[in-house]
Nanobody, 126 residues
């Protein structure tokens, strides 16, 4: 199981950016994919989760209305679309996978995600 996040960089406040997560070694249809972020000196935070079918998504309050998660199972890709970016969105962003069946109908937690990719850094300048 491998995941690789990409697309980071430097963006001005108010701008937009799309991060990509390429997955391999498993069938995306059966896995939750989550986007997490970790800012310097802070704990890792769950940002968005999407289940295998794409029918269930969960958003952290801090990104509601600004971030969107989507997936293309045929391409084994998951995307994080970010708009109206703020300096406080600056962090290393990670994508991770969790078994859909193990989570069931509950809201996943960070500990449910057991496969992690390397992060991608992006900075929002004010």
């Amino acid at each position: 199981v491998q995941l690789q996040a990409s697309g980071g960089g430097l963006v001005q406040a108010g701008g937009s950016l799309r991060l990509s997560c390429a997955v391999s070694g498993f069938t995306l249809d059966y896995y939750y994919i989550g986007w997490f972020r970790q800012a310097p000196g802070k704990e890792r935070e769950g940002v968005l989760y999407i289940n295998g079918s794409g029918g269930s998504t969960y958003y952290a309050d801090s990104v509601k209305g600004r971030f969107t998660i989507s997936r293309d199972n045929a391409k084994n890709m998951v995307y994080l679309e970010m708009n109206s970016l703020k300096p406080e969105d600056t962090a290393v962003y990670y994508c991770a996978a969790a078994d859909d069946e193990e989570i069931g109908s509950t809201i996943p937690t960070t500990s449910d995600f057991d496969s992690w990719g390397q992060g991608t850094q992006f900075t929002v300048s004010s």
